[in-house]
């Protein structure tokens, strides 16, 4: 079977890490050339030395333009082009209400969750253009049906939601195909850190089990193989498309619960 990403130029945000690192592994077992672009220097080092010859780490702070600017350059000039922009950098934390949330936090959790995403869609697109290439946004599944002490997480990663669309219809005739995933929980470090961060930590493992219907939290891969498909010829005819990677965890409470809910007699 042919690769699916055979030669493809890629830069993926937040690729040291969680997701973005299993998205970085799978695009290279489907044939890409991948530029690493993240904050954490020795994670996205070693990532990058562990993939050898396919791989570039390149530091990036994803809510600054100059170096945003600076990634993509670099794409360009060591692989020639730029097919493929995954912008999956982003930050959950502070988990909280509207009213407990202070303007510094707000504007953080915009610059890095949704900011980044209209630079990235901005700064690559001449390059898309001239190949036809294509855009994966990493939303969230809070971004579509809300969720308790997410308010501006959420709000950014719905806003990712209508970016994705508005210019899947302004670039369809560049034939620039722009598309988002949204999982709902995904065993990284990210949401480690928020399970430390919740009020009842011990009983959040079980919760996780039960959001999703098919009755279990995933790993990265499960999520970095939809982006594969999405991102390759397969997909060609596939924009503004906002799919759930979330086994299931939008379609109704406590489907297939692995876990009994907690015994009303006890
Ligand atoms: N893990 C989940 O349960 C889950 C669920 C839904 C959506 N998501 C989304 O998936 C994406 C990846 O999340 P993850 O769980 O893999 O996170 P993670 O913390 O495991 O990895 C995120 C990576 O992004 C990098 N990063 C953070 N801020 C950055 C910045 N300003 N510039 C450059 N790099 C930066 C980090 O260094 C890290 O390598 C995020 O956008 C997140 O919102 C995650």
Not at 23 to 46: K, L, S
């Amino acid at each position: 079977m042919p690769l699916r990403l055979q030669d493809k130029v890629a830069l993926i945000t937040g690729g040291a890490a969680g997701i973005g690192a299993a998205i970085v592994r799978r695009f290279v077992q489907e044939g890409a050339w991948v530029m690493v672009g993240d904050r954490d220097q020795p994670h996205g080092a070693a990532l990058c030395q562990e993939l050898s010859g396919a791989t570039v780490f390149q530091g990036l702070d994803v809510s600054e333009a100059d170096s945003f600017a600076v990634a993509i350059e670099r794409a360009v000039g060591q692989w020639g082009k730029l097919d493929i922009l995954v912008n999956n950098a982003g930050i959950a934390l502070p988990a909280e209400t509207v009213q407990n949330t202070t303007l510094d936090q707000f504007d953080e959790l915009v610059a890095v969750n949704l900011r980044s995403v209209f630079l990235g869609c901005k700064l690559a697109y001449p390059h898309l253009k001239a190949s036809r290439g294509c855009v994966l946004n990493i939303s969230s599944m809070a971004g579509v049906t809300g969720q308790e002490r997410h308010a501006i997480y959420g709000a950014t990663k719905g806003a990712i939601i209508a970016l994705t669309k508005c210019a899947a219809v302004d670039w369809g005739r560049d034939g620039i195909r722009i598309n988002a995933l949204c999982p709902a929980g995904v065993w990284t470090d990210t949401l480690r850190q928020w399970i430390k961060a919740q009020p009842e930590a011990a009983g959040i493992e079980e919760y996780l089990k039960r959001i999703h219907a098919l009755g279990y939290c995933p790993e990265p891969v499960e999520v970095a193989t939809v982006a594969a498909f999405l991102c390759s010829e397969e997909a060609r005819f596939v924009t503004g498309c906002i799919m759930p990677v979330s086994g299931g965890s939008e379609c109704g409470y406590n489907v297939h619960a692995p876990v009994p809910l907690a015994d009303p007699q006890s």
